[in-house]
Every structure is written in C-alpha cells, then in structure tokens.
T-cell receptor
Framework: DTGVSQDPRHKITKRGQNVTFRCDPI?????LYWYRQTLGQGPEFLTY????????KSRLLSDRFSAERPKGSFSTLEIQRTEQGDSAMYLC??????????????FGEGSRLTVL | DQQVKQNSPSLSVQEGRISILNCDYT??????FLWYKKYPAEGPTFLIS?????DKNEDGRFTVFLNKSAKHLSLHIVPSQPGDSAVYFC??????????????FGKGTKLTVNP
C-alpha cells in the first residue's frame, strides 16, 4: 500500500460520454502527478500539481482533458467526449516525504478506462 | 522521440539464475534513474534508484549499474525467484531549474522466472 488511492478502479463507458477519476495522494506531500499507460507502453506523463497549482501539462493532454486539485489535497482528472483512443490505465502518483531529492514516485493502483 | 529505451520486450530466466534487464537513455541531463516493477492491474512499484553521480547501487538481490559514458543502465536480480516475474520499467528523472520535474519511462521488459 503506497498510500495513494484512486477511484474508480475500472470504468467502462460509451464513446462520447464524460468520465472523472479521483486521486487521494500521500497526505504530507504537496506534489501530485497524473500518468497514462496504454498497452505495451510505459507510463506517460500527463500533468502535475504543486499544491493547487498545475505546473506542467503534456501535449498528450488535449483540450478534452482537464485536471484540478482544489485546496491542494485530492485531484480529479476529467475526460470529456471520450474516444476509444482514451482507453488506458490512468495512474496517479506522489513522492514520499524526503524523496524529492531522488525522484521516487509512489503510484496508486490506477483507474482503468475502457471506452466502447 | 523516446528518451528512455528498453529494447528487450521480454526476458526468460531459470529460478536461481541472474536476470539482467537493460536500459538506454539519450538525455544527458537526467539526474536520477529508477527501476519500477509492475504486476497486471496494479500501479508500478518502486524498486531501486541510482544517482547520475554513482555507478552502482545495491539493495538486497537487486543491483543497478550505471554507465554514463554509454548512457546505459542495467538491473541485476540475483538470485531470480518466480515471484520476480513482472514487467520492469526503467525511468529517468527530468529536472529543470524552472520547476519542471517528472519521470520519463521506457516501454518495459516482461521478466518471466521459470521454476
């Protein structure tokens, strides 16, 4: 148990619907990351927050994707008008306390999205 | 372009023998390198890391070697156990003074340890 919780674990939706994923990170850390993993690929960076500020977004994050982190605690990742290409595992991660120097990220178990 | 490359999609070894997983990178500005292990339907689990100023780091059965001149690192698992069967990802930390900090991952190598 890494202390990073994600919900839901699995979401099946029809193309065109909106979906939202939630992440509750390790409580004492102010950084939170979202990654996406598709079949046969490694995790790909999407975006990260320091407290409530979104500091960087990947070009993978199209305008159908939006992430928020109100009050610097939990975070949500919303995908609007889902497409079949959005089917993937969405991973949330945060560093453990003291790991900023070494770059270690602790990942949640992921939210798997299947778009039919 | 892929900055972290794992050229072997799969590796099969016998229990008790050594497993060697390889990784190459292109960005000389990476400052830390990490290995993660992933089981199906779970998130990646951190295994071991190494600073770019070191050439070796050891933790139990796991040793990571870094060759900066070749931009190459490897993970050695000795002795290999069936429970080590998983997908292993190599990752590198990209850090800039402007506050951008993230891990860049390879595509992974699936290790199978046969009893």
């Amino acid at each position: 148990d890494t202390g990073v919780s994600q919900d839901p674990r699995h979401k099946i939706t029809k193309r065109g619907q909106n979906v939202t994923f939630r992440c509750d990170p390790i409580s004492e850390h102010n950084r939170l990351y979202w990654y996406r993993q598709t079949l046969g690929q490694g995790p790909e960076f999407l975006t990260y927050f320091q407290n409530e500020a979104q500091l960087e977004k990947s070009r993978l994050l199209s305008d159908r994707f939006s992430a928020e982190r109100p009050k610097g605690s939990f975070s949500t990742l919303e995908i609007q008008r889902t497409e079949q290409g959005d089917s993937a595992m969405y991973l949330c991660a945060s560093p453990r306390k003291g790991a900023m120097v070494t770059g270690e990220l602790f990942f949640g178990e992921g939210s798997r999205l299947t778009v039919l | 372009d892929q900055q972290v490359k794992q050229n072997s999609p799969s590796l099969s070894v016998q229990e008790g023998r050594i497993s060697i997983l390889n990784c190459d990178y292109t960005n000389s500005m990476f400052d830390y390198f990490l290995w993660y292990k992933k089981y199906p339907a779970e998130g990646p689990t951190f295994l071991i890391s190494i600073s770019s100023i070191k050439d070796k780091n050891e933790d139990g059965r796991f040793t990571v070697f870094l060759n900066k001149s070749a931009k190459h690192l490897s993970l050695h698992i000795v002795p290999s156990q069936p429970g080590d069967s998983a997908v292993y990802f190599c990752a590198a930390r990209s850090y800039s003074g402007g506050g951008s900090e993230k891990l860049v991952f390879g595509k992974g190598t699936k290790l199978t340890v046969n009893p």
